[in-house]
């Protein structure tokens, strides 16, 4: 079983529409990252998180440290969202990022 | 705005070849990391270095080496490409802690044939 889980590994929605990526660990962690991968390989850092909540323009991350899950939010969906969301998470034994196997999004117009 | 930068963006070798995948930082970052991503398996870390001239083999080290001679230049080093090797290669930054936000680099999409 992995360490950090994501689902769904592909979704697919309407503009507008409220997006919801969740990110579930196994292990003792100092942080949990959100990461967004536009095609064509960049990516770059959403959130840095080690409890409760952080918002940014459209994307809200979550995050539950007794039950080891964190969630991303996008309200109000565009097509530019359409990416690649990786959740990872930092171990609190040796500061290790651990990655998930990232989330697809699809926002159709 | 840190500023990350990958040799090439497109690389195309053979079996058996030498490669040299170079990293660019331009913010004194202390901490330089080499990732792989492969569909379905998220980023696994290669090799990742604190400091110049030092190194620390990551997950899966096998088949790779790393160089930095200077703390801007992370270098990766394939010593003879194989096909399993053909893969989206990724360098990352921190400033100082290993907990710190991590900055990449564009990628590189290696293919070996």
């Known amino acids: 079983k992995n360490e950090v889980e994501q689902s769904p590994q592909n979704l697919t929605a309407q503009e507008g529409e409220f997006i919801t990526i969740n990110c579930s660990y196994s292990?003792?962690?100092?942080?949990l990252h959100w990461l967004q991968q536009h095609p064509g390989g960049g990516i770059v850092s959403l959130f840095m998180l080690s409890s409760g909540k952080k918002k940014h323009g459209r994307l809200i991350a979550t995050i539950n440290i007794q039950e080891k899950h964190s969630s991303l939010h996008i309200t109000a969906s565009h097509p530019r969202d359409s990416a690649v969301y990786i959740c990872a998470v930092t171990l609190d034994s040796n500061y290790q990022l651990i990655w998930g196997a990232g989330t697809k999004l699809i926002i159709k117009p | 705005d840190v500023k990350v930068t990958q040799s090439s963006r497109y690389l195309v070798k053979r079996t058996g070849e030498k490669v040299f995948l170079e990293c660019v930082q331009d913010m004194d970052h202390e901490n330089m990391f080499w990732y792989r991503q492969d569909p379905g398996l998220g980023l696994r870390l290669i090799y990742f270095s604190y400091d110049v001239k030092m190194k620390e083999k990551g997950d899966i080290p096998e088949g790779y080496s790393v160089s930095r001679e200077k703390k801007e230049r992370f270098s990766l080093i394939l010593e003879s490409a194989s096909t399993n090797q053909t893969s989206m290669y990724l360098c990352?930054?921190?400033?100082?802690?290993?907990?710190?936000?991590?900055?990449f680099g564009p990628g590189t999409r290696l293919t070996v044939l």
């Open positions: 990352a930054t921190t400033p100082t802690s290993l907990l710190d936000t991590q900055y």
């Open positions: 292990v003792g962690i100092s942080a």
